[in-house]
Structure formats: C-alpha cells, structure tokens
T-cell receptor, first 112, second 115 residues
C-alpha cells in the first residue's frame, strides 16, 4: 500500500538547470496537488489538477509547469531553476468526496 | 481572501499535561477545517476535520478540536500530552463552495513535549 510516492527524495541543481519531479498515487484519486514548504510559511500551493488532462495554477505558480497525462501521475517541472526555488516540495492526492489530502514524503531541492 | 493564522510558532508542554495549539481562520461562508501533523522528514498526515455537526471533533492519536464559529477558531487539544506528540502541526481551511479541494494552510506550530 504505497499511497503517494515522490521521486527523487533529494536533488541538488545548479542555477539554470531543469528537472522534473514525479508524483505517483495508487488510490485512484481524481485530485492532485503540488506544494512547496518553506520555513515559517507553511505550505503554499503551486499547481493542482482535478482530473486527468487538467491542470490549474495555485498560489505560487511562477517558474513551474505541470502535467497530468495519466490519472495516477502528476509531474512538476522546473525549466530554469533559481535559488529561490530551493525548498521542500510535497505532492498530495485527494478523493473529492472524502475531503482528506494524502501527502507524499517530499522532495528536498537545493538550487545553487 | 481566505487565510489561516497560527499565532504561536512553538508550544512547549510537559508530558502528561493538556495541550492546546491555536488556529483562527478567515473565510467567506462556512468553511471546512482540518488539522495535519508533520513528523521530521515526513509528509503531512491527516489528524481530524470539521465538516458539519458537532462542534467538538475527535481525531487520531487522542487529539480533538473545537470549532467556534463566533471566534472563527479551531483549536487543537489533547488532554494528556505524550513525548511522541512532538511534531509540526498545521491548521488548514477549505472554502465550502470550492469544487477543487484546495486547502489554505497556516504557517505551522511546533509542539515540543518534554519528559
């Protein structure tokens, strides 16, 4: 029973490099979310998806892109990483009828 | 605009004593309210939620929270704290009229329970 799985767990990038974070859920949830967590700021929503093939902007979408080609996967891309994107990234999924989000273990990203 | 405030960055209690972690919110209409807990190097875990009905909500690990509409608060409580309760706690709110399930999180409160 994996739940929500995020890969990779850790990554160090140089400014300007690109990367993709993968989130996979095995609970057949419709909704998926990407957050970033920074000290003293709680979790802030980057992008979200309410179903396969759909995406929408959250609170802090600049510098990020997402795709949801398959229901179980939600990808977060950084096209040109900046030091301000150093953060811990969390993915979550939810069954809209149950009002509970399930989180992955996070990806710790450092941009030098 | 919706917002959630957790006025204490850290709460310190002795093991066996009652604990309270405070949360106030601002949202139009009637909200859904949540508490999540985060242990070190882990993702957030759901503790409890208020959707409707009884203002006192019971959740996992002996935690409970009381919805107070007049004070727009949703404080987390436990009658007797354990050292293992030490973690980062987040309050969150969802607009009832939203069909996206989006949550707005507070900044988090670190709970430290000392033996």
């Amino acid at each position: 029973n994996a739940g929500v799985t995020q890969t990779p767990k850790f990554r160090v990038l140089k400014t300007g490099q690109s990367m993709t974070l993968l989130c996979a859920q095995d609970m057949n949830h419709e909704y998926m979310y990407w957050y970033r967590q920074d000290p003293g700021m709680g979790l802030r929503l980057i992008h979200y998806s309410v179903g396969e093939g759909t995406t929408a902007k959250g609170e802090v979408p600049d510098g990020y892109n997402v795709s949801r080609l398959k229901k179980q996967n939600f990808l977060l891309g950084l096209e040109s990483a900046a030091p301000s994107q150093t953060s811990v990234y969390f993915c979550a999924s939810a069954d809209p009828a149950k009002n509970i989000q399930y989180f992955g273990a996070g990806t710790r990203l450092s941009v030098l | 605009a919706q917002s959630v405030a957790q006025p204490e960055d850290q709460v310190n209690v002795a093991e066996g004593n009652p604990l309270t972690v405070k949360c106030t919110y601002s949202v139009s209409g009637n909200p859904y309210l949540f508490w999540y807990v985060q242990y070190p190097n882990r993702g957030l875990q759901f503790l409890l939620k208020y959707i409707t009905g009884d203002n006192l909500v019971k959740g996992s690990y002996g935690f409970e929270a009381e919805f107070n509409k007049s004070q727009t608060s949703f404080h987390l409580k436990k009658p007797s704290a354990l050292v293992s309760d030490s973690a980062l706690y987040f309050c969150a709110v969802r607009d009832r009229s939203s069909n996206t399930g989006k949550l707005i999180f507070g900044q988090g409160t670190t709970l430290q329970v000392k033996p």
